[in-house]
């Protein structure tokens, strides 16, 4: 099979020739990426982040010839790349300008007094260094972007491998920076697989991957035999949970769009939906009177792949097969759209959690609905998933919906609402179980995207501290004296040991002072 997609899923037309990165340059792409890191992470937070900031603008002005980039790419609809790719990325970038100097502040670190006296810490956030950053098609040019603006303002190099469905809006990820940032500092590996399996065994020092569970699991194994970290952001099959005082207008059309949206193929789409029995009827009225709305190629394009295609069509068929009923939809987009790979917006009613379209990830764009008796049955079957990315509640009980969120196996819940999240830079986004470990957005991907370095600065003039050698009765004392001060007798035995570290701490220092002396004259050490 050829490197990287050549025709467009949307129009069947020739798409521009991309040429791979062969796998034996890829050693050079990461050490000169490394060699501009050093340079880079030098230089002051505030200029890096000037630098990357000015990216903001070229993203904003490109705005329409990178959606037709990524559409012609994706197939998904020109508006869909604008408002959930473009923007959304340069909302990206200007919140990490706002917040990321401060976000690397040196902190102090909390040291009592008593048991280490006149020490200060502080911690520093460092770069990590050079990161592999591995992607997937379906949001070929946001997800990078979440990965990089934070990595390159915190003074990372990264070397960048696109999904070879998407080369061309890999590019274009890249050409962003051309001119802001070091030579080098951003290294572009295009390829599939291979190149991907090459750059993890190469000299990086973390991977941020996404994409399939099957696929993170080979980057999981590369990273552990190099030891080195990796983050890994892999498949869902969100549940969205409809209870019986829901308002079913919004429910049904925020689950059309949250199931729809990029032609169903999101980690975050709604890919089950748990209806209270009492209002199931309604809300798949609802829902299929959506979908029947829906435009093909407007509002849903076609799927990116014909793998994709292909595991829709199974999905759906089994489900039929298992019982379900195809209430719309359910079949491949008719006529001449035939050829642009496109499957009919779908709603399948059913019952169990077993078939492939309830218990897989699908990736395209179907509904399947399941009726359950109340919410407790909700939530024990959205959480039967090995999937854990988002789920949502719908209800008008906001009270009792954050209960229930605190009880849903899943990195995002949201209320009255699907998935959307990921927009928002600062909202962390990650998830459980096979969907992986890994956290964008929010100040906490910094935990990844850095590592903290702790500097201790010591004022004690005292030739020994006091738990340096020699070891003594005395300092045994002191010990068992800190214990219970600690918490391991009562008030009573707390303020006895208090009283007996008064005589034993100026004991103790004299015998440190007296092992020092001695150190100076030795054969004249005693430390009874
Ligand atoms: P994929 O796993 O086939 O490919 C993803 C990337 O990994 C591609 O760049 C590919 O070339 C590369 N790759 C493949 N084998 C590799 C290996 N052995 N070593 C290193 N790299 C390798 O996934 P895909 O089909 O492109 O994307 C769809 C999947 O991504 C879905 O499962 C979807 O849920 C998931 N996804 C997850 C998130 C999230 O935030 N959790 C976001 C988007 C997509």
Same mark, same amino acid.
């Given at each position: 099979?050829?490197?990287?997609?050549?025709?467009?899923?949307?129009?069947?037309?020739?798409?521009?020739?991309?040429?791979?990165?062969?796998?034996?340059?890829?050693?050079?792409?990461?050490?000169?990426?490394?060699?501009?890191?050093?340079?880079?992470?030098?230089?002051?937070?505030?200029?890096?982040? *000037?630098?990357?900031?000015?990216?903001?603008?070229?993203?904003?002005?490109?705005?329409?010839?990178?959606?037709?980039?990524?559409?012609?790419?994706?197939?998904?609809?020109?508006?869909?790349?604008?408002?959930?790719?473009?923007?959304?990325?340069?909302?990206?970038?200007?919140?990490?300008?706002?917040?990321?100097?401060?976000?690397?502040?040196?902190?102090?670190?909390?040291?009592?007094?008593?048991?280490?006296?006149?020490?200060?810490?502080?911690?520093?956030?460092?770069?990590?260094?050079?990161?592999?950053?591995?992607?997937?098609?379906?949001?070929?040019?946001?997800?990078?972007?979440? #990965?990089?603006?934070?990595?390159?303002?915190?003074?990372?190099?990264?070397?960048?491998?696109?999904?070879?469905?998407?080369?061309?809006?890999?590019?274009?990820?890249?050409?962003?920076?051309?001119?802001?940032?070091?030579?080098?500092?951003?290294?572009?590996?295009?390829?599939?697989?291979?190149?991907?399996?090459?750059?993890?065994?190469?000299?990086?020092?973390?991977?941020?991957?996404?994409?399939?569970?099957?696929?993170?699991?080979?980057?999981?194994?590369?990273?552990?035999?190099?030891?080195?970290?990796?983050?890994?952001?892999?498949?869902?099959?969100?549940?969205?949970?409809?209870?019986?005082?829901?308002?079913?207008?919004?429910?049904?059309?925020?689950?059309?769009?949250?199931?729809?949206?990029?032609?169903?193929?999101?980690?975050?789409?709604?890919?089950?939906?748990? *209806?209270?029995?009492?209002?199931?009827?309604?809300?798949?009225?609802?829902?299929?009177? *959506?979908?029947?709305?829906?435009?093909?190629?407007?509002?849903?394009?076609?799927?990116?792949?014909?793998?994709?295609?292909?595991?829709?069509?199974?999905?759906?068929?089994?489900?039929?097969?298992?019982?379900?009923?195809?209430?719309?939809?359910?079949?491949?987009?008719?006529?001449?759209?035939?050829?642009?790979?496109?499957?009919?917006?779908?709603?399948?009613?059913?019952?169990?959690?077993?078939?492939?379209?309830?218990?897989?990830? #699908?990736?395209?764009?179907?509904?399947?609905?399941?009726?359950?008796?109340?919410?407790?049955?909700?939530?024990?079957?959205?959480?039967?998933?090995?999937?854990?990315?988002?789920?949502?509640?719908?209800?008008?009980?906001? &009270?009792?919906?954050?209960?229930?969120?605190?009880?849903?196996?899943?990195?995002?819940?949201?209320?009255?609402?699907?998935?959307?999240?990921?927009?928002?830079?600062?909202?962390?986004?990650?998830?459980?179980?096979? #969907?992986?470990?890994?956290?964008?957005?929010?100040?906490?991907?910094?935990?990844?995207?850095?590592?903290?370095?702790?500097?201790?600065?010591?004022?004690?003039?005292?030739?020994?501290?006091?738990?340096?050698?020699?070891?003594?009765?005395?300092?045994?004392?002191?010990?068992?004296?800190?214990?219970?001060? &600690?918490?391991?007798?009562?008030?009573?035995?707390?303020?006895?040991?208090?009283?007996?570290?008064?005589?034993?701490?100026?004991?103790?220092?004299?015998?440190?002072?007296?092992?020092?002396?001695?150190?100076?004259?030795?054969?004249?050490?005693?430390?009874?």
């Amino acid at each position: 099979m050829p490197p990287f997609a050549m025709t467009s899923p949307k129009t069947g037309e020739k798409l521009e020739a991309v040429d791979a990165t062969p796998l034996e340059a890829i050693a050079d792409v990461v050490s000169k990426a490394r060699a501009a890191q050093a340079v880079w992470a030098a230089m002051d937070v505030a200029k890096r982040v *000037a630098a990357v900031s000015k990216v903001k603008t070229r993203i904003l002005t490109r705005a329409e010839a990178i959606a037709k980039t990524i559409a012609d790419e994706t197939g998904k609809p020109d508006v869909e790349a604008l408002m959930g790719e473009v923007l959304a990325s340069a909302d990206v970038v200007a919140y990490w300008a706002e917040i990321i100097a401060d976000e690397l502040e040196p902190f102090e670190a909390e040291i009592d007094g008593l048991s280490y006296p006149k020490k200060a810490g502080l911690i520093h956030r460092e770069a990590r260094g050079t990161i592999g950053v591995i992607m997937p098609w379906n949001f070929p040019f946001a997800l990078p972007l979440r #990965t990089f603006i934070p990595a390159l303002m915190a003074g990372n190099a990264i070397v960048f491998k696109p999904s070879e469905i998407t080369p061309r809006t890999g590019q274009l990820v890249a050409e962003l920076f051309a001119d802001l940032v070091p030579a080098g500092l951003i290294g572009l590996v295009q390829g599939g697989g291979d190149a991907g399996a090459k750059l993890c065994g190469s000299d990086v020092d973390l991977i941020v991957f996404t994409g399939s569970p099957a696929s993170g699991r080979k980057v999981a194994h590369a990273c552990a035999d190099r030891l080195i970290p990796c983050t890994l952001e892999l498949g869902g099959k969100d549940a969205a949970i409809v209870l019986a005082d829901a308002d079913l207008d919004r429910a049904a059309n925020g689950i059309v769009w949250g199931a729809m949206m990029n032609a169903g193929q999101n980690c975050g789409a709604v890919e089950r939906v748990y *209806a209270d029995q009492k209002i199931v009827k309604e809300l798949t009225d609802r829902i299929v009177a *959506a979908t029947r709305a829906l435009r093909t190629g407007e509002d849903v394009g076609p799927l990116t792949t014909a793998a994709q295609l292909a595991t829709v069509k199974r999905h759906v068929d089994e489900a039929k097969a298992a019982g379900g009923k195809v209430l719309v939809g359910g079949e491949e987009t008719p006529g001449d759209e035939k050829a642009q790979l496109g499957y009919l917006p779908t709603v399948v009613s059913i019952e169990g959690d077993e078939s492939a379209l309830v218990a897989d990830e #699908t990736f395209g764009p179907v509904i399947p609905i399941m009726a359950v008796a109340d919410a407790a049955e909700a939530v024990r079957r959205a959480n039967a998933s090995r999937y854990g990315l988002t789920a949502s509640v719908w209800t008008a009980d906001l &009270r009792g919906a954050e209960k229930l969120a605190k009880e849903l196996r899943a990195g995002v819940v949201t209320i009255n609402n699907h998935s959307f999240t990921g927009a928002l830079p600062s909202a962390p986004w990650g998830g459980v179980g096979e #969907t992986g470990w890994g956290i964008t957005g929010s100040p906490l991907a910094l935990d990844h995207l850095t590592r903290p370095r702790f500097v201790l600065l010591d004022r004690n003039r005292a030739s020994r501290e006091l738990w340096w050698y020699p070891y003594t009765d005395t300092l045994k004392k002191i010990a068992l004296a800190f214990a219970k001060l &600690r918490g391991g007798a009562p008030l009573g035995g707390r303020i006895v040991a208090l009283f007996s570290l008064i005589g034993l701490l100026p004991k103790r220092m004299g015998e440190l002072k007296a092992a020092t002396r001695a150190a100076h004259e030795p054969g004249k050490i005693d430390a009874s």
